[in-house]
């Protein structure tokens, strides 16, 4: 028998929460593009986990918004905020859904995927090795957007995600997000993986 997760409320800022959800939504259509038109399982995967991320949020807005309304008049106001909410998951959902056809071996026409790989930015995620030169540094530290053309958009520690990490410094396993071109992103990964000591 498969156990369900329960989720702990926890008390939290709405628009701290909205504003997560946003971040995590546009960061799952990213990846969920990317992953449809390349064909990345890898960037599947972590669609799949930002939806039970976004479950969680939907949940403790939930409850924090009926936590807040004392009488009817704050119910009515409080429930425009439900529907971003709701909204936002919609679109989450949307991701997923995209992202189960990759892992379902469901491919995008190769017409279309030629089209798009002519775009000049693309996505990839990488694990960060025990050896390599970026662990221990900050993405500010690393200035990758000027060195290579490429730049490190979201970190996942474990369950902890991290949208837009500058300040946050890379840690062994931890699991990177990034976008650029294809050329940087080739050296991002080599550089994240140990092979090499620099960023070419």
């Known amino acids: 028998?498969?156990?369900?997760?329960?989720?702990?409320?926890?008390?939290?800022p709405v628009r701290e929460t909205l504003l997560q959800m946003k971040d995590?939504?546009?960061?799952?259509?990213?990846?969920?593009?990317?992953?449809?038109?390349?064909?990345?399982?890898?960037?599947?995967?972590?669609v799949m986990e930002l939806e039970t991320k976004i479950d969680d949020l939907v949940y403790l807005l939930n409850m924090n918004l009926m936590?807040?309304?004392?009488?009817?008049?704050?119910?009515e106001q409080l429930a425009g905020v439900a529907k971003v909410g709701s909204l936002t998951n919609a679109i989450s959902d949307a991701a997923a859904d995209i992202a189960s056809l990759v892992l379902h071996d469901i491919k995008v026409h190769p017409v279309v995927r030629?089209?798009?790989?002519?775009?000049?930015?693309?996505?990839?995620?990488?694990?960060?090795?025990?050896?390599?030169?970026?662990a221990g540094k900050t993405?500010?530290?690393?200035?990758?957007?000027?060195?290579?053309?490429?730049?490190?958009?979201?970190l996942?520690?474990?369950?902890?995600?991290?949208?837009?990490?500058?300040?946050?410094?890379?840690?062994?396993?931890?699991v990177v997000v990034a976008r650029g071109t294809k050329d940087g992103l080739e050296s991002l990964v080599k550089a994240a993986r140990a092979e090499a000591d620099h960023l070419e």
């Open 67 to 75: 936590l807040a309304a004392r009488d009817k008049r704050d119910a």
């Open 24 to 46: 995590i939504s546009e960061l799952m259509i990213d990846l969920a593009y990317s992953a449809a038109l390349f064909h990345n399982k890898m960037l599947a995967e972590e």
């Open 156 to 174: 996942r520690r474990g369950m902890f995600w991290d949208i837009n990490p500058d300040k946050e410094l890379l840690m062994p396993g931890d």
């Open 1 to 12: 028998m498969n156990k369900v997760k329960k989720t702990e409320y926890k008390p939290a």
């Open 114 to 134: 030629e089209v798009f790989q002519r775009a000049e930015e693309h996505l990839t995620r990488v694990v960060i090795d025990e050896n390599s030169f970026m």
């Open 139 to 154: 993405v500010d530290d690393l200035e990758l957007a000027a060195e290579v053309g490429a730049d490190i958009i979201a």
